[in-house]
């Protein structure tokens, strides 16, 4: 069964009092009536009011016959009368959000509780599911739900999707995915990738992300080392952007701003022409100035200690972008031909030791970790 646990009832600010403390049942029917087989796998909104879980119950939702034997999603609403008091009784709702012949589980919802996810296998009625089963995306706002990791070319992935962490306001979700067909460049399986809802332009940053990884930094071993980097400290900076979606859109912003520019980088006949602005610059240092006040003791000093040992920001104001890269990477500039290139570099925390890095290409690694 599913419980929440409320730790100040009379709202003093006072956690835990005696007689000010409450446990409810939320695996329950409107009228009360508990789930009669296991409920798991609870996540809430931001507010406490939604409780989205998985249950194998099948009396949650009274003449609700459901589609099979199997796990289903359903949504508890603490406060269906909108007053701002939580589970008065004749003022809760649960409502079955799986709609599919199809064992569901592992259900998430955005901080505001208007976007969940779970995972669905096994029904081939739907065309973006495979056999390994894949994230769909239910919005509350139109009550639809649809599967929101395409292929741009093909449309379906040719592998599994799992291990959803969505934004506050569910625009954005990170995942986990064996397919390799989701991003132009990368060949391999077992990566982490972003979904932006109604993203078409972030596809275009995405791609020109991954190439600088593949085309430039897989041509020296300061470049691996700048990507084994970024493997290190990628988590903790997507919880940060999710965490904020003001910082999180300010992260897209920074990114579309330097993405003509790194274009042109990947470029061999524009990368001696085209300079880095001051705008992009500012950008960049406003970037990981949030980063560094906001992440962990780890992450602020990896970024003070190479802003200390290399030369300031403007620097590199008015430089080319193949003078650039050459400064960052240590090596004469040149681009890997996709043609010979690549396979991903390996994944997992690696000991790096004295690293040669500055903050520009430490901005190209954790900006690649929303985009893989």
Known sequence: DIFVHDRDVDL??????????RTVRVSVAND???????????????????????????????NDPLPCVCSNIFLHDRDSDQDGIFDEPGAITTERISQFAAQATRPRISADGQIITYLLEGDTDIPCLVTQGQIVRFDRSDNSTTCPIRNRTSGTPNGATSGAALSADGQAMVFHS?????????TSSGHVYLYQHNGDSAQATVDTYTRVRDELFATSPTGVRYTQLFYQHTGEVVQLALADPAFFQSIRTTMTLWQPTLEA???PGRAGDTVISAEQINA????????????????AAT??????ALPPFNAFIGMTVADAAATVLDAPYQIYLPAIANSAPTRGATQIESPQRNDLCLFICIMLGFCE
């Open 32 to 62: 009360g009536t508990e789930g009669n087989n296991k409920s798991e796998q609870p996540r809430m909104s931001a507010d406490g009011r939604f409780i989205v879980f998985q249950s194998d119950a099948t009396n949650l939702v009274a």
């Open 265 to 267: 980088l990947l470029d």
């Open 178 to 186: 064996s397919a390799n067909n989701l991003v132009g460049g990368v």
């Open 284 to 299: 960049l240092d406003t970037f990981l100035t949030t980063v560094s006040t906001r992440g962990s003791s780890e992450l």
């Open 12 to 21: 003093d600010g006072i956690y835990d009092e005696v007689g000010a403390i």
């Open 303 to 308: 970024i003070a200690a190479e802003r200390q």
